[in-house]
């Protein structure tokens, strides 16, 4: 319980510094370093896998659950992420690598309104930015989690471009790669 309790505590205040001045990119600096020190495959590996942890206390695990969600809303919406929609786009697509996805779904089902709040938040923010990137893309709209519709409208765009050969040569790279459970590290 003290163990949950300091937790809630230090993402709290990982939350708050997002919030002021140079702050944000400290606790991005910190994640990273704590990756390291961890020896953790991506920097947001702990939060997440609290944020998926079942803790036996409801009010304890949704406590926590709320102070991850507000971080991460923070992480994304404040310092570089105020104005730049890649910078949003990139971090919220780590988020889902990490399976953001699936947890918020299961989160869901503890009805909590103020978590809601924040798991309603960030699907608000990611609609919106998913919108403004399909208009850089003349308002044709793809599906971010679709590798198919995303390869097409790459392949479209970049087909007749100087870029093309570069497009096509990364993935002719890709092939190479081993394709077996246990180099995973490569990919």
Known sequence: CDNVKTKIAALEILGAVCLVQGGHKKVLDAFINFQEFASERTRFQSIMNDLDRTTGSYRDETNLKLAIMSLINALVNYGAGEDQLEFRLHLRFEFIM?????????????????????????????????????????????????????FDLLRRKLNYSPAFPHFVSLFQHMLLLPFTSSSTHYW
């Open 98 to 150: 990490l399976g953001i996805d699936k947890i918020i779904e299961k989160i869901r089902k503890y009805e909590n309104e103020t978590l809601d709040r924040h798991l309603d938040f960030f699907d608000l923010v990611r609609t919106e930015d998913e919108k403004e990137l399909s208009k850089k893309f003349s308002n044709e709209s793809i599906d971010a989690e679709s590798a198919i519709e995303m």
